[in-house]
């Protein structure tokens, strides 16, 4: 039991060691014994969606995890085929199902799989929840109902939910105007469940699509589904061969995204998040509260602030985003590891969504994605983003992240702090906007050292500082 437990958004753990049929039996069980001990007013009860990616077993674990379910009185909707995070969760609140469980591991290497927990209202389930289910783990006997049998018995049906979800995306952007836009896009699947989503969702328009790393691949290729620039190793070269408009990223899971310009040049989530905003008010009309992980750019906070915006900062990690989303008001909200939430749509990362709204965006302008990233900075400035994991002891965690509170750097490079923030790991805010932060993983032994500044160059001076703190904890 003591192999499972929930980091920011799941459990994972590595296949055959500690991710294995009988670990995903415990935590299926309290997943189960917690929904029946809290049913949701408005929800069907006995209604729960299963997905899976295309990991190693992944289909397999899936089928577990449904005729456990299925064992515990469950009746339960399992995709046919490996399938993107946010359709799960569209099919969820769709449903008006109790929950649902996704297989996947997201952007972790190939050795690892997960189960992501998903709440009723279609988003990752807050960390009461989970913390709830890790305290049912071992306190009931593993009921399950054999997968042919559960079939028969109509307590599992098999079948392609992704259709609601892609007619859900469409309505959510100005899709004939995509439609007639011409638009030459890419997409890196990165050997992910999205490969494909995007022929199917632009077929018939007159969008010309590149799908890049579409193959069924557990191994992905040998990269991570990390939609980060170290991966796109197919990717840059054919852009370079082949220019496009744009190349949009996803993960493994296709909950997050990254992308390139059209010349295979990369660009950072943060980036795109920025784009995304100004779109969002300037073309749309939009306004409401922006919603973002503390990691991601204060360039968002520069448009926030000239564009009149009320802005709200949360820890790491999507769960607490889709919290405020589900509050209402909210324009966007986002993180610094790609994932993006919509108005009018799930509380809920969508990478599939960020496509087409990253089309609509193209299909508006009618600029190329550098002239538009050039008004931003512009406009609100240079911002360089930079960072590194690096191993650090759990049992030196406590102890780091007190020095930091305590012991702040007088300044950032040349400029004096203004700020620290605490409430997720400790950041260090400087008088030129410039930022450091360092934070733990919330199950491994890593630390992420987080910085931005107006400088590359700048940015990595700020990674040694954050390096050279760690080094002070005996």
């Given at each position: 039991?003591?192999?499972?437990?929930?980091?920011?958004?799941?459990?994972?753990?590595?296949?055959?060691?500690?991710?294995?049929?009988?670990?995903?039996?415990?935590?299926?069980?309290?997943?189960?014994?917690?929904?029946?001990?809290?049913?949701?007013?408005?929800?069907?009860?006995?209604?729960?969606?299963?997905?899976?990616?295309?990991?190693?077993?992944?289909?397999?674990?899936?089928?577990r995890?449904?005729?456990?379910?299925?064992?515990?009185?469950?009746?339960?909707?399992?995709?046919?085929?490996?399938?993107?995070?946010?359709?799960?969760?569209?099919?969820?609140?769709?449903?008006?199902?109790?929950?649902?469980?996704?297989?996947?591991?997201?952007?972790?290497?190939?050795?690892?799989?997960g189960?992501?927990?998903?709440?009723?209202?279609?988003?990752?389930?807050?960390?009461?929840?989970c913390?709830?289910?890790?305290?049912?783990?071992?306190?009931?006997?593993?009921?399950?109902?054999?997968?042919?049998?559960?079939?028969k018995?109509?307590?599992?049906?098999?079948?392609?939910?992704?259709?609601?979800?892609?007619?859900?995306i469409?309505?959510?952007?100005?899709?004939?105007?995509?439609?007639?836009?011409?638009?030459?896009f890419?997409?890196?699947?990165?050997?992910?469940?999205?490969?494909?989503?995007?022929?199917?969702?632009?077929?018939?328009?007159?969008?010309?699509?590149?799908?890049?790393?579409?193959?069924?691949?557990?191994?992905?290729?040998g990269?991570?589904?990390?939609?980060i620039?170290?991966?796109?190793?197919?990717?840059?070269?054919?852009l370079?061969?082949h220019?496009?408009d744009i190349?949009l990223?996803?993960d493994?899971?296709?909950?997050?995204?990254?992308g390139?310009?059209?010349?295979?040049?990369?660009?950072?989530?943060?980036?795109?998040?920025c784009?995304?905003?100004?779109h969002?008010?300037?073309?749309?009309?939009?306004?409401?509260?922006?919603?973002?992980?503390?990691?991601t750019?204060?360039?968002?906070?520069k448009?926030?602030?000239?564009?009149?915006?009320?802005l709200?900062?949360?820890?790491?990690?999507?769960?607490?985003?889709?919290?405020?989303?589900?509050?209402?008001?909210v324009?966007?909200?986002?993180?610094?590891?790609?994932?993006?939430?919509?108005?009018?749509?799930?509380?809920?990362?969508?990478?599939?969504a960020?496509?087409l709204?990253?089309?609509?965006?193209?299909?508006?302008?009618?600029?190329?994605?550098?002239?538009l990233?050039?008004?931003?900075?512009?406009?609100?400035?240079?911002?360089?983003?930079a960072?590194?994991?690096?191993?650090?002891?759990?049992?030196?965690?406590?102890?780091?992240?007190?020095?930091?509170?305590t012991?702040?750097?007088?300044?950032?490079?040349?400029?004096?702090?203004?700020?620290?923030?605490s409430?997720?790991?400790?950041?260090?805010?400087?008088?030129?906007?410039?930022?450091?932060?360092?934070?733990?993983?919330?199950?491994?032994?890593i630390l992420?050292i987080?910085?931005e500044?107006?400088?590359?160059?700048?940015?990595?001076?700020?990674?040694k500082?954050?390096?050279?703190?760690?080094?002070r904890?005996?």
């Amino acid at each position: 039991m003591g192999a499972i437990k929930f980091g920011t958004d799941g459990w994972r753990a590595i296949i055959a060691e500690d991710f294995t049929f009988a670990n995903l039996d415990q935590v299926t069980q309290a997943t189960a014994d917690y929904w029946r001990a809290n049913p949701v007013a408005g929800t069907v009860a006995d209604k729960v969606v299963v997905g899976y990616d295309r990991r190693f077993l992944s289909e397999q674990f899936a089928q577990r995890v449904a005729e456990v379910l299925a064992g515990n009185g469950f009746t339960v909707t399992l995709t046919d085929r490996p399938t993107p995070t946010p359709s799960v969760s569209f099919e969820v609140r769709r449903q008006k199902a109790v929950g649902g469980v996704m297989l996947t591991a997201s952007h972790n290497p190939p050795a690892f799989n997960g189960f992501k927990l998903k709440a009723w209202y279609g988003g990752s389930a807050e960390p009461v929840l989970c913390q709830a289910v890790e305290g049912l783990l071992g306190r009931s006997p593993v009921k399950s109902l054999a997968f042919a049998e559960a079939r028969k018995a109509r307590k599992i049906a098999v079948r392609d939910i992704r259709g609601a979800h892609f007619k859900a995306i469409k309505r959510l952007v100005n899709f004939p105007l995509i439609a007639q836009s011409k638009l030459k896009f890419a997409h890196d699947a990165l050997y992910g469940v999205g490969a494909g989503c995007f022929d199917e969702l632009l077929a018939g328009t007159t969008c010309q699509v590149t799908t890049i790393n579409a193959a069924h691949n557990p191994g992905f290729g040998g990269i991570n589904p990390e939609p980060i620039a170290r991966n796109y190793i197919n990717s840059i070269p054919l852009l370079q061969k082949h220019p496009h408009d744009i190349c949009l990223v996803t993960d493994g899971d296709a909950d997050r995204v990254g992308g390139l310009m059209g010349n295979g040049d990369p660009l950072t989530t943060h980036q795109i998040i920025c784009l995304l905003l100004q779109h969002y008010v300037k073309n749309r009309g939009m306004t409401g509260r922006v919603v973002k992980a503390l990691t991601t750019t204060s360039m968002v906070d520069k448009m926030c602030a000239q564009l009149g915006l009320e802005l709200v900062e949360t820890g790491v990690g999507f769960k607490y985003i889709a919290s405020e989303i589900i509050k209402g008001g909210v324009l966007l909200g986002f993180e610094e590891s790609g994932g993006i939430g919509f108005p009018g749509h799930i509380p809920e990362r969508d990478g599939i969504a960020a496509g087409l709204v990253l089309l609509e965006l193209l299909a508006t302008e009618r600029r190329p994605l550098r002239k538009l990233l050039a008004d931003l900075e512009r406009t609100y400035g240079p911002h360089r983003y930079a960072r590194i994991d690096t191993h650090f002891p759990l049992e030196k965690r406590a102890a780091l992240m007190e020095y930091c509170r305590t012991n702040p750097p007088a300044r950032l490079l040349k400029s004096k702090l203004t700020g620290v923030k605490s409430f997720d790991g400790v950041k260090f805010i400087a008088a030129d906007d410039s930022w450091l932060m360092l934070r733990g993983s919330g199950t491994e032994p890593i630390l992420r050292i987080y910085a931005e500044a107006k400088s590359d160059a700048d940015a990595q001076a700020l990674l040694k500082l954050g390096v050279s703190i760690t080094r002070r904890i005996p």
